[in-house]
């Protein structure tokens, strides 16, 4: 069974620019999210997804941030503009959803952006 | 308060050693606990899941779960240098399918 699938690995751009990240999740899991991850730090929930449905993005910076789980399979995160603290491990990870069994989640290999 | 509270570390063991990593947690009514690897410039790598009080085994990994004390640990036996790595514990907390990790323990195990 193929895991969570991100892309890109590595991003670098200017401040200012766009950036989008894509994931596709483990098949059948219909819970997605977005972590961010900085050096030392566990990983704080951006965004959760039931479906296509946004659950919980009480954490995600709306003025720069934004997503989107078109038919409820993959997803896609954009900052625009990015800004220098923006640097960080972007990380996706997929589970099972209500009702569907054990609620362990899945990592992919993250995209590691770096912004200057 | 943290939500879930872990030591930095870092936490050096011998090789052979059994190696204890605790977390501490303030939400009550949590459900389910997990135990993540990761390595240096890797992903979190799901490890151990534990959702009854008590201990789970599986291989050379033994999760311990108190919710009376809202204490989770992982015990990892016969340390090898190829556990060196950090350790997250994760929270879902109650009536939600959000996870809370903690700040995660480095672990060294010196050969």
């Known amino acids: 069974e193929a895991g969570v699938v991100q892309s890109p690995r590595y991003k670098i751009i200017e401040k200012k620019q766009p950036v989008a990240f894509w994931c596709n999740p483990i098949s059948g899991h219909n819970t997605l999210y977005w972590y961010l991850q900085n050096l030392g730090q566990g990983p704080e929930l951006l965004i959760r997804?039931?479906?296509?449905?946004?659950?919980?993005d009480s954490q995600l910076p709306k003025d720069r941030f934004s997503a989107e789980r078109l038919k409820g399979v993959d997803s896609t995160l954009k900052i625009q503009p990015a800004e220098l603290g923006d640097s960080a491990v972007y990380l996706c990870?997929?589970?099972?959803?209500?009702?569907?069994?054990?609620?362990?989640?899945?990592f992919g290999q993250g995209t590691r952006l770096t912004v200057v | 308060q943290k939500e879930v509270e872990q030591n930095s570390g870092p936490l050096s063991v011998p090789e052979g050693a059994i190696a204890s990593l605790n977390c501490t947690y303030s939400d009550r009514g949590s459900q389910s606990f997990f135990w993540y690897r990761q390595y240096s410039g890797k992903s979190p790598e799901l490890i151990m899941s534990?959702?009854?009080?008590g201990d789970k085994e599986d291989g050379r990994f033994t999760a311990q779960l108190n919710k009376a004390s809202q204490y989770v640990s992982l015990l990892i036996r016969d340390s090898q240098p190829s556990d060196s790595a950090t350790y997250l514990c994760?929270?879902?907390?109650?009536?939600?399918?959000?996870?809370?990790f903690g700040t995660g323990t480095r672990l060294k195990v010196l050969a």
């Open positions: 990870a997929s589970s099972k959803g209500l009702g569907q069994g054990n609620t362990e989640a899945f």
């Open positions: 994760a929270v879902r907390g109650s009536g939600t399918y959000k996870y809370i």
């Open positions: 997804y039931e479906n296509e449905e946004a659950v919980d």
């Open positions: 534990i959702y009854s009080n």
